[in-house]
């Protein structure tokens, strides 16, 4: 008769008790069905991670995420088989679940932050926010995608720093993907002075938008008048370009305004204060008065 396992049995009750009723009562009989057990336990197995792989192929996911799941797919399987095996062999399985169940909880409590990583890594590979490659920004953190980990993301940034950012981070946080479309819209804002005429403006920065090699004319770039500030009028300038050119547009349109605007005559203002002087006039004498 199996011992009973209460609510109040340690640890050292549990092994005593699979040490009484399994290994004290080991018999040949019983390791001969264990033999059997364990080699039908390896050819199921063995047949069950064959169409798991075959699964697999036929579906679109992650290598890394593919590899995961054959891998806990085959603990799982090498357990139960275990289990099948120690009990042809006479162990109490229940007393032996339960002791596992006490380490795994323990573990688990120790390895907390472990396991909210490998669940941050299996969210991001199976929703697939970004890959490798991609240019992304993940909080106060931006680069571009070196490696999506099981535990880590490894992001590259723009002067060649390799930053490692836990994947509970990541899923926790807002994720903005600036390569995931074809095309991508820059935006430049510019202030003019309140003397310049706003069709002038307008005009030039249309021409100067337009000329660019790399800018698209379909969507239209847009320009208009953003803001009137206390000292200029702002401009916003809305253009569409290759997502690869981003930067190169960019930068060349920066170059390009304040050459623009010098030819054209208008002037790029700054924050400024205009005090206007007035002449304070003396009043009139009156007839008989006399100045002291």
Not at 70 to 91: E, M
Request: glycine share 6%; hydrophobic share 45%; charged share 20%.
């Amino acid at each position: 008769m199996p011992l009973a396992l209460t609510g109040s049995s340690t640890t050292e009750d549990v092994i005593q008790n699979i040490w009484q009723l399994g290994v004290a009562g080991f018999t040949l009989e019983k390791l001969f069905a264990a033999v059997i057990a364990a080699a039908a336990c390896l050819a199921v197995i063995k047949v069950l991670l064959k169409f798991t792989d075959r699964a697999l192929r036929r579906v679109h996911l992650d290598d890394t995420l593919k590899k995961l799941i054959r891998t806990a797919l085959k603990a799982v399987l090498v357990f139960v088989g275990i289990i099948v095996v120690l009990g042809c062999l006479g162990v109490p399985v229940t007393s032996l679940i339960a002791l596992m169940s006490v380490i795994g909880l323990a573990v688990s409590l120790a390895v907390q932050n472990f396991l909210s990583n490998v669940a941050g890594g299996l969210q991001l590979l199976m929703s697939k926010p970004f890959k490798a490659g991609d240019y992304v920004q993940a909080g106060d953190c931006s680069g571009t995608v070196q490696e999506v980990g099981l535990f880590y993301t490894k992001l590259n940034t723009v002067d060649n720093k390799l930053i490692q950012l836990p994947n509970s981070t990541i899923v926790s946080q807002n994720i903005i993907n600036y390569s995931s479309e074809d095309r991508r819209q820059v935006e430049i804002r510019v202030t003019a002075s309140y003397d310049a005429p706003g069709e002038l403006v307008r005009g030039v920065l249309e021409r100067l938008v337009r000329e660019h090699p790399l800018t698209y004319d379909d969507p239209a770039p847009l320009v208009h008048i953003s803001a009137y500030q206390d000292s200029a009028i702002e401009y916003l300038v809305r253009v569409w370009c290759d997502n690869e050119n981003y930067w190169t547009v960019y930068f060349d349109l920066m170059d390009g305004l304040k050459p623009a605007f010098d030819q054209a005559g208008i002037e790029m203002t700054y924050p400024h204060v205009n005090v206007h002087m007035l002449r304070e006039t003396q009043p009139e004498k009156k007839s008989g008065e006399e100045t002291l």
